[in-house]
């Protein structure tokens, strides 16, 4: 998907762990892409995990935060 959108995506060495205890390596951090907030456009760094298009998850980093916010990232 990044590709699609054009996103350039930094390779990272990072892992997440979940609460099953398993564990997901980073796909890499997209850096500074910018979401409004308001009527402010804020640089935000992405994690973005490498994961099946059919994983079966709930998995949905950061997307309350945005929600509460406010944030619109137009793509």
């Known amino acids: 998907m990044a590709d699609h959108r054009g996103l350039k995506i930094e390779p990272s060495e990072d892992s997440f762990t979940f609460v099953d205890c398993s564990r997901r390596n980073l796909g890499g951090i997209i850096r500074y892409l910018e979401v409004q907030i308001g009527n402010v456009l804020v640089p935000v760094d992405f994690h973005a995990l ?26």
């Open 50 to 75: 490498d994961i099946k298009l059919n994983w079966n998850s709930s998995l949905l980093l950061g997307r309350a935060f945005m929600a509460t916010v406010g944030a619109v990232r137009n793509m």
